[in-house]
């Protein structure tokens, strides 16, 4: 698993919000965007291979048939053509995957940023009696909502 909340002080601060770690897997994330990247490039040789086998049937045989099937062939909305199209819309759908990653990537270190500052007010707010506190709670669970909102609107949106 990717990013970890850290043992310690930051755990204690997490608990003093009331807040839980995002438990996103960025890692797995990853590994499933590039899963649809390595099928795009398999599409894409299978097709080249059948482009090639084409050109060579073409080249090397004559009649109304093989003009017919070079015909079909070149058409733009032949088969060869809706496959290239499928590979990049695979490709997209990896990158998409990628990109949400690099959300759920960016959330959890946001979140440890976020536990760093609170820690820092709890520190500061010491000498106050503790009259901070609620203030300082509240202030750095509307910040954690805030990044979730953001986080989740980046992930649908």
Do not use: W
Not at 41 to 53: E, I, K, W
Not at 120 to 131: F, K, V
């Amino acid at each position: 698993m990717g990013l970890q909340l850290p043992d310690g002080q930051l755990a204690v601060v997490a608990a003093f919000l009331g807040a839980v770690f995002p438990d996103g897997d960025e890692d797995q994330v990853t590994a499933m965007g590039k899963v649809p990247d390595r099928h795009a490039d398999r599409m894409q040789a299978l097709l080249a291979d059948g482009r090639a086998f084409a050109r060579a049937v073409v080249s090397t045989n004559k009649g109304d048939a093989i003009t017919a099937f070079d015909e079909h062939f070149g058409d733009p909305d032949n088969a060869s053509a809706n496959l290239q199209s499928a590979a990049t819309g695979v490709r997209v759908v990896g990158l998409g995957l990628l990109v949400c990653a690099a959300i759920v990537l960016a959330h959890k270190a946001y979140t440890l940023y976020q536990y760093g500052l609170t820690a820092a007010a709890l520190a500061s707010a010491a000498g106050t009696g503790g009259t901070m506190l609620p203030l300082i709670r509240e202030v750095g669970r509307r910040q954690l909502d805030r990044t979730t909102q953001a986080a989740t609107a980046a992930v649908l949106g």
